[in-house]
């Protein structure tokens, strides 16, 4: 999710928040408090989630809880809208659902 690939997102502002990691697919991917998840997985990756019904990678849609297309799983098991989460420091998040 990091290292070559460019995030969807670039962050422009508000960077004097505090510096958190969350850890994507078992991967530390830092973010900063008070980000969203969908904004810190698009600044840090290209994807959200791969869809369960195969039709490939997502990426979210709407920003504002509507469309559904960023459910995601956390490691607690839980199932969260990126785009309405708040991360927190040490959250695990992951790409694919648990089969
Ligand atoms: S991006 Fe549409 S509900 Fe989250």
């Not at 849609?61 to 040490?90: H, I, K, P, Y």
């Amino acid at each position: 999710m990091t290292g070559s690939n460019a995030g969807q997102f670039i962050r422009l502002g508000e960077t004097h928040r505090a510096q958190i990691e969350i850890r994507i697919d078992g991967e530390s991917v830092p973010c900063l408090a008070g980000d969203t998840l969908l904004t810190a997985m698009l600044l840090n990756g290209r994807l959200l989630r791969h869809s369960e019904f195969g039709d490939g990678p997502r990426a979210g849609f709407c920003n504002m809880g509507a469309c559904q297309d960023c459910w995601l799983s956390l490691g607690s098991g839980e199932r969260v809208r990126a785009c309405t989460t708040e991360v927190r420091s040490g959250m695990v998040v992951l790409t694919r659902e648990a089969s």
